[in-house]
């Protein structure tokens, strides 16, 4: 499956963005989804993750209650909807696909099997 994020810009401490993540492929429905992100001079990391049937979200504890994850399998697309958004949310935001059924596998990037090229979120103070 091949992943497209897109949706990034810049926004001002406090607003909102939606980021999507279109995939290709007629198997998109049998992939749990994740988004991840990188700040600069920092290691990648996980911010949330939808099962492949819509059944269960996981978020970081950082972005839970701001962020919301959702997708729709008919239009094959995974979004990650951020609200209050902070200086630290600031990164180069990723989707990724993944086979793996169980909840706690979806917090590590090493679970994921296909990538999205990356949006970039820059927010203001």
């Known amino acids: 499956v091949q992943l497209q994020a897109f949706g990034g810009g810049l926004v001002q401490a406090g607003g909102s963005l939606r980021l999507s993540c279109a995939a290709s492929?007629?198997?998109?429905?049998?992939?749990?989804m994740g988004w991840f992100r990188r700040a600069p001079g920092k290691e990648r990391e996980f911010v949330a993750a939808i099962a492949r049937s819509d059944i269960g979200t996981v978020y970081a504890e950082s972005v839970k209650g701001r962020f919301t994850i959702s997708r729709d399998n008919a239009k094959s697309t995974v979004y990650l909807q951020m609200n209050s958004l902070k200086p630290e949310d600031t990164a180069v935001y990723y989707c990724?696909?993944?086979?793996?059924?169980?909840?706690?596998?979806?917090?590590?990037?090493?679970?994921?099997?296909?990538w999205g090229q990356g949006t970039l979120v820059t927010v203001s103070s």
């Open positions: 492929g007629r198997t998109y429905s049998t992939y749990a």
């Open positions: 990724a696909a993944t086979t793996r059924v169980k909840v706690d596998d979806y917090y590590h990037a090493d679970d994921y099997d296909y």
